[in-house]
């Protein structure tokens, strides 16, 4: 059998069945926390018979000034899923070092520690929010990769700087705390980007697939200090992001373009309040979780309301929380998506 070419612990993986892989057929999508903001890009395609900046610099100077850090801080991957990988294919060896997570969460810190046959570590987010620190240490034990989700997918919760900062000197000299920013746009004023000067064991990952509506380009950053960039340099691919995709990246990251996401950040954010105040009104959601993100995830009396929706071509994430099966998340999308959604609701709500 040609598989057996693979080492066991690839051989026993399950494909990885992200929102985009299942193909649905709907006509309202929100069911992957896109942006509904779609924006024109121009291209100059004269130079592709040459490779690319292995780090474009009008990107990285860009990406430094959102960010208020400096170059030497920022490495730019092809997304935040690339920066996952490349944490764990830097700092941890194969069938030996293990990740600490925090569940419910991301599901690719588990797909990535899998294929690189790297232990896992299953916390819950309750020890995350508030156990004492001696507690944490206890827990996290010599995992080299502690991934915080903030705010976290899919319960859209956040916490707060002193807590990471807390955290992330708890674990100095003893493992690397990855605080994963994917949604901070949303809630900028809880980044911990700040204390990448003052501690040496702290990395923050960032995207530009939500709020800058670039799920397509691929583009992500790894926020570091200098050393732990530089160490992550060895492994990543020689020429890991595209001309193309750089030119384009390099538009998103104009001051103009910046001022236009935090102007879409704050209609996103009135929407998901006042889907939030829909949702609670509704006699067959049981539970609303509170947001910082550009989703909601909800708790229904009975799953059927979901397959219900799926049939009429509205496409939200359906999740198994808490041993509990009648989860859903949904993107906050525009208006018009939104009230496919309420219309979802009157109908269950008969
Ligand atoms: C969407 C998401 C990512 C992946 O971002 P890409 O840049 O598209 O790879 C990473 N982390 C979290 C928590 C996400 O929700």
Redesign the pocket.
Known sequence: MSREFAPEYIQSLKAYSSAKSEKLTGSTWLN??ESPYAKEYALNLDNLNRYPDPQPENVINAYARYSNLAGENILM????????ELLVRTFCQNGKDSIAQFLP??G?YKVTAESANVALVDLSQALLIDAPQSELLDCVGNAKLVFV?NP??PTGNVLPLSRIEEIVKAFEDKAIVVV?E??IEFCEEFTAAGLIEKYQNLVV??????AFAL?GL???FVLSNPELINTMRKVLAPYPVSSVVAAIAEQALTSCNISSVKRQVSIINNNRATLINQLSACKHVRKVLPSF?NFVTIQLSDKAHIAAAMQSGLIMRPFTLYGEDNWLRISIGSEQELNVVFNWLVEING
Request: with cysteine; aromatic share 6%.
């Open positions: 992957a926390n991957t092809r997304g935040a899923d690339e920066g996952i969460t991301y690719m989700c976290n997918n994963d994917a949604y990952l960032r995207t530009l697939s939500k799920a691929r583009t992500g993100a």
